[in-house]
C-alpha cells in the first residue's frame, strides 16, 4: 500500500506565499506523475499542477506564473510553491501520486487526505 500525506497549508494574506509538500512512503515500486489538486466548496476537484517522472510539467492557466512544482525522486516528494496568492485560490489541496505498489501491478492513482490553503483579502 501506498500512503501521500500534505503538509504546509495554512492562513496567508492575499499576495502571500506558502510551500505544500507532499511526500509518498510505503509499498512503492515506481512512481510515475505527482500533482496537486484543488477543490473550493462547491466546487469540482481540478488539477493545479503535476510532474511527471519525465520532468514534463503541466499547469492549470490560473496558476502559470504563480505557482511552481517541483520533486524530489530520491524522496518521493512533489513541492508546489505557491507564490502572489489570490482569495480565490482558497481551497483544500490535495496531492496525487500515481504509481505501482510492483511491477505486476498497473499505475494507480493514491491520494492524500488534503491541506486547506486560506487566502484573505
Known amino acids: 500500500q501506498v500512503q501521500v500525506v500534505e503538509s504546509g497549508g495554512g492562513l496567508v494574506q492575499a499576495g502571500g506565499s506558502l510551500r505544500l509538500s507532499c511526500a509518498a512512503s510505503?509499498?512503492?515500486?515506481?512512481?510515475?506523475?505527482m500533482g496537486w489538486f484543488r477543490q473550493a466548496p462547491g466546487k469540482q476537484r481540478d488539477l493545479v499542477a503535476e510532474?511527471?517522472?519525465?520532468?514534463?510539467?503541466n499547469y492549470a492557466d490560473s496558476v502559470k506564473g504563480r505557482f511552481t512544482i517541483a520533486r524530489d525522486n530520491a524522496k518521493n516528494t512533489v513541492y508546489l510553491q505557491m507564490n502572489s496568492l489570490k482569495p480565490e485560490d482558497t481551497a483544500v489541496y490535495y496531492c496525487?501520486?500515481?504509481?505501482?505498489?510492483?511491477?505486476?501491478?498497473?499505475?494507480?492513482?493514491?491520494w492524500g487526505q488534503g491541506t486547506q490553503v486560506t487566502v484573505s483579502s
Open positions: 496525487c501520486t500515481t504509481a505501482r505498489s510492483n511491477g505486476a501491478t498497473p499505475l494507480y492513482d493514491y
Open positions: 510532474l511527471s517522472s519525465g520532468g514534463i510539467t
Open positions: 510505503g509499498s512503492i515500486f515506481s512512481i510515475n506523475a
